[in-house]
Every structure is written in structure tokens, then in C-alpha cells.
């Protein structure tokens, strides 16, 4: 039995690209590769300019102060308050009423020295009076002796009552001047009795109300914020000191960096101490970090909040990489 003859199945050739076709397709090609490299490039030159060197000698952080800092105030005196003549958020002038303790028994020893005092003036005067009469006899009984119508006796009697009146007024007036400095004690207690606003400010904190018993070792009743200028204190990196002088201007910005203002600023003095960092973020950082404590002053008054954060950077040429700093 013959088999029938299997015939080969023709092979089907892909069709042959004219060139008339390849040549658009590689005009895209190189069209879209420009078009990437000019994407491209942009990005580039804008990553080369935030890696660029900065333009200021110096960057710091640092936090919104006044000279001296907030001030607490306590009772000078201990017993029981009686009166609390301010709040939170006061505005108070030098020498206002903040507090009062109860005033009775430093009254008491006012009134009391008082009359201790009148009583010795009482004294003095009675003294004067009786010398002055112990005086005018001794004279008259030393005429008459001198005329020869008088005892001697009787005249050298009465010099000495008369010096004896006089010692007796010389102790009524020490005694008088002891009663009148008792009674400025006194007084100077009253008044400590009192706590009065060493200068304008405002009230931040009041701890203690009416009732309360407080002493000067039990803590601050009072924490006020002193009308003063505002300063800023920056914490300079040991790498930084050498590039920043007292006078140099700087520029103060939030630290958040998003409020898109700045407060011009210049250096009022620069520390002598190193310390650690207190306003970094990061806590390896604080604890390893030596930084030195610099001052500004803003060129205009601001009414920032007493420990807001910023950003301070020193206008001027940047240091010299690896520049030791100046101690």
C-alpha cells in the first residue's frame, strides 16, 4: 500500500520594511530622546543649586528671650494671703499691688512702736524742760555768790542737778532714737506684708489665691514678664564661632519656616562658655554638640513670644572649609 506524499507547507516571510518607513520611525525616536534630556535638565540645575555652598557665614538655631529672663516672685514674707489684686494676662506698671498678706499683726506692731516713740518724745521734752529750769537756778545762785549775797554750797548744788538733768535728756533722746528706728521696722514689715511690681510687666502665671498660706521658700506666686526688648539667643556650633562677630547682621526666621517672614537682627556679644545643644532635635546630637551662646537684637522692636524657635543666619561670606574657630 503505497502512502500518499505529505506536501511541505510553505514558510509565510515576514514582509520587508521599505525604508521609506524607517526613516519616520527613527525620527520619533531621537524626537522623544530630546524631549526627555530637556525634562531632564531643569531638574538637574535645580538639584545643583540646593547643593550649591550657602550664601551666609553661618546658620544657628535659636529661641525668642529678654534680658534677664521671666521673673518669679514670691512672698518675702510667710502667712496667709488675703488679698490677690491681679490675673493672668494683666498688664501691671511699677509699683502696683499684686498681693497682700493678712496685715493685722504687722499693723499691731506698727501702732505699738508708734506709741513707744511718742512716749520717749514725751520724755525728752519733760527733760529739756527741767534742765532747762536746773540751768537758770544754778546761774542765779552763781550771781549771787559772785555779789556776796549767796551761799557757795547751794550754787555748786545746782550746777549738778543741773548736769544730771542734763545726762538724763542725752538717754531720753537715745531712747527716743531707739523707739523711732523700731518703728521704721515696724513699718518696713507692714510694707513687706505687701508685693508690689518692681517694674511695668505682664502677669504670665499667678499660683496662690486668697486663703492660701505661703512663705518665700514655697515657690513662686507670681511669674511676670518684663516690658523689654526682645533678643534672641542662638546656639553657635563650635564650627561657626570664628566666622561671627559682635555687629554683624543676620536674619531671624520661624523655625517651621512657613509663615514666609524674617526679622532683620545683629549680633549684640558672643559667649566665652561652650555647652551642649539644648535645641536640637535630635538627642545623640544635643548631648555631643558644642555650642557657644550668641546674642542678637532685632533692628526693629518685635513682639514675639518669649521661647518661640527660630532660624538665625549670619549674613556674610561663608567660613573656609576646615577653618579652626577662635576661641
Known amino acids: 500500500m503505497k502512502l500518499p506524499c505529505r506536501q511541505p507547507v510553505p514558510t509565510r516571510t515576514p514582509p520587508r520594511m521599505h525604508r521609506g518607513v524607517r526613516l519616520p520611525l527613527a525620527g520619533m525616536a531621537l524626537g522623544l530622546a530630546a524631549l526627555l534630556g530637556a525634562c531632564s535638565r531643569p531638574a538637574e540645575q535645580a538639584g545643583d543649586g540646593a547643593a550649591a555652598p550657602s550664601a551666609y557665614a553661618a546658620v544657628a538655631r535659636g529661641r525668642i528671650g529678654i534680658e534677664g529672663g521671666l521673673l518669679s516672685l514670691s512672698m518675702p514674707r510667710e502667712g496667709t494671703l488675703a488679698k490677690v489684686a491681679v490675673h493672668e494676662g494683666d498688664h501691671v506698671k ?73 545726762a538724763q535728756r542725752l538717754g531720753a533722746q537715745a531712747a527716743l532714737d531707739l523707739a523711732s528706728q523700731k518703728l521704721d521696722e515696724a513699718r518696713y514689715e507692714l510694707r513687706q506684708r505687701s508685693l508690689l511690681a518692681p517694674f511695668d510687666a505682664d502677669v504670665v502665671h499667678v499660683s496662690a489665691q486668697p486663703g492660701a498660706t505661703v512663705s518665700p521658700g514655697s515657690g513662686a506666686v507670681f511669674t511676670l514678664l518684663p516690658q523689654k526688648p526682645r533678643i534672641v539667643r542662638a546656639e553657635l556650633n563650635e564650627s561657626f564661632v570664628g566666622a561671627v562677630h559682635p555687629g554683624m547682621h543676620a536674619e531671624v526666621v520661624p523655625d517651621n519656616g512657613g509663615s514666609g517672614v524674617q526679622w532683620s537682627a545683629h549680633v549684640l556679644r558672643i559667649g566665652q562658655v561652650y555647652g551642649p545643644s539644648t535645641l536640637d532635635n535630635d538627642p545623640q546630637v544635643r548631648a555631643n554638640a558644642r555650642t557657644v551662646e550668641c546674642v542678637l537684637a532685632f533692628d526693629q522692636p518685635q513682639d514675639l513670644r518669649i521661647g518661640q524657635r527660630v532660624i538665625v543666619r549670619f549674613e556674610g561670606k561663608p567660613a573656609p572649609a576646615g577653618a579652626a574657630p577662635k576661641d
Request: glycine share 6%; net charge neutral.
Open 94 to 166: 511699677q509699683g502696683q499691688l499684686l498681693a497682700q498678706l493678712d496685715t493685722r499683726p504687722a499693723t499691731l506692731a506698727v501702732e505699738a512702736a508708734q506709741a513707744q516713740r511718742e512716749q520717749a518724745q514725751a520724755q525728752v521734752k519733760l527733760l529739756g524742760i527741767r534742765l532747762a529750769a536746773a540751768k537758770l537756778r544754778a546761774q542765779r545762785l552763781a550771781a549771787a555768790v559772785a555779789a556776796g549775797a549767796g551761799d557757795g554750797q547751794s550754787a555748786d548744788d545746782a550746777r549738778e542737778a543741773a548736769a544730771q538733768l542734763d
